[in-house]
Every structure is written in structure tokens, then in C-alpha cells.
């Protein structure tokens, strides 16, 4: 069985650019979260999707952040403008069934650098 | 106070030894917890999961559940050098809204 598929492994930007990641999960996981994880810390969710409705955005820092998942499946999430405090590691991660079980797959992670 | 606490570290165990891994919460309402382990450079893998106080034994490892004193462990019996990695608490706290929190995570490292 295929695990979470996460795109692109690194991106490298300068402050004020776009950028956008991308995310397959495990076939028929109902549920998608991302993650943002800083060096040292624990992953802080960002958003919780349950096939295409987003139940949980209230840390999405909705000015620059956006996220979509359509058609309850691949995921993208996107910044713009990119800061200096964006740099971290965004995981993706997604769980069988409805809820929020607890049972995470993460996928490898997408690091991202802002210079 | 921070919703799930844990112990930075690093923790230093000898090979062969038992390592013991705490992590405390703040919602009392909170159900279901979890261990989760990762290796530097790599994403979070899950390994134990408990929902009743008490023990729950899986291989070498147990977890531990205390709700009356809001606080989850992990034991590693026999410790491996490759069990060095950072073990990170996840709680489900159901204070407004279901919502999976972590800990900043533990780093152990097991001694040869």
C-alpha cells in the first residue's frame, strides 16, 4: 500500500514569493491534515479536511495561507507572500475513517526555506 | 500552560536498559492519546496508542495512562540503539473541539 505522498521534498524561495505544496494521501483515507513542524518542536495543525470540507482552519493563518482539497482526495496548500518565519517542514498526514482518530500517516514532508 | 508538556531532553539511556518517556495535559476531557516516534530527517511515525488508564503492552513497549493525574508514559524495555529518536505525545483534546495536539517531543539516545 502506497503511504502519503507529499510534493516538493525541498523548496528554497525568496521572501515575498509564492509557493504551493502538494499532497496524495493513503487510498481511502477519508481525513487530511497538515502539519507545520519547526526544528525542535512538535507539528502544529494547520487544517483538518474531512473528504472536501475543511472542519478545522482555525490556525490557518489565513492571509497568506490557503489550502484545498477537491474532490476529497489530493490536497495543495499555498503561501503568498512567502515570510522569514515560514521556513519550517509542512507535513501532511492522513487517517482512515471519519474523526479525528488520532491514527496519523504522515507523509516525508515538504521543507521549505525562505531566504 | 502548554496543552501537552514533555521533557526536551536529551535522555540517555545504556543499551539493554529501560527508558522511560513522560508527558503530561492540561484538558481533562482528553480521551485518547498517543506515542508517536521520529527519526531525524524523517516524518512522525505512530507506535502506541491508549484510550483507558492503566497499561498497554505492545512488544517492548508499553504505554501508560494515569487521567486522574493527566499524564501519559512510554517504557522501552530492552533498549536498542535503534530506538534513539525523538518520541513525541499526542493527545486528542476535546476542550472545544476535537483536535490532535503534540508535545515538542523527547529525544533519547541509547548509549552502546
Known amino acids: 500500500e502506497a503511504g502519503v505522498v507529499q510534493s516538493p521534498r525541498y523548496k528554497i524561495i525568496e521572501k515575498k514569493q509564492p509557493v504551493a505544496f502538494w499532497c496524495n494521501p493513503i487510498?481511502?483515507?477519508?481525513?487530511l491534515y497538515w502539519y507545520l513542524q519547526n526544528l525542535g518542536q512538535g507539528p502544529e495543525l494547520l487544517i483538518r479536511?474531512?473528504?472536501?470540507?475543511?472542519?478545522?482552519d482555525s490556525q490557518l493563518p489565513k492571509d497568506r495561507f490557503s489550502a484545498e482539497r477537491l474532490k476529497g482526495v489530493d490536497s495543495t496548500l499555498k503561501i503568498q507572500p512567502a515570510e522569514l518565519g515560514d521556513s519550517a517542514v509542512y507535513l501532511c498526514?492522513?487517517?482512515?475513517?471519519?474523526?479525528?482518530?488520532?491514527?496519523?500517516?504522515f507523509g516525508e514532508g515538504s521543507r521549505l526555506t525562505v531566504l | 500552560q502548554k496543552e501537552v508538556e514533555q521533557n526536551s531532553g536529551p535522555l540517555s539511556v545504556p543499551e539493554g536498559a529501560i527508558a522511560s518517556l513522560n508527558c503530561t495535559y492540561s484538558?481533562?476531557?482528553?480521551?485518547?492519546f498517543f506515542w508517536y516516534r521520529q527519526y531525524s530527517g524523517k516524518s512522525p511515525e505512530l507506535i502506541m496508542f491508549?484510550?483507558?488508564?492503566g497499561d498497554k503492552e505492545d512488544g517492548r513497549f508499553t504505554a501508560q495512562l494515569n487521567k486522574a493525574s493527566q499524564y501519559v508514559s512510554l517504557l522501552i524495555r530492552d533498549s536498542q540503539p535503534s530506538d534513539s529518536a525523538t518520541y513525541l505525545c499526542?493527545?486528542?483534546?476535546?476542550?472545544?473541539?476535537?483536535?490532535?495536539?503534540f508535545g515538542s517531543g523527547t529525544r533519547l539516545s541509547i548509549r552502546p
Open positions: 499526542a493527545v486528542n483534546i476535546y476542550s472545544s473541539a476535537s483536535k490532535i495536539i
Open positions: 491508549i484510550y483507558s488508564n
Open positions: 484538558d481533562r476531557g482528553s480521551q485518547s
Open positions: 479536511y474531512e473528504n472536501e470540507e475543511a472542519v478545522d
Open positions: 487510498s481511502g483515507h477519508n481525513t
Open positions: 498526514a492522513s487517517s482512515p475513517g471519519q474523526g479525528n482518530s488520532g491514527e496519523l500517516f
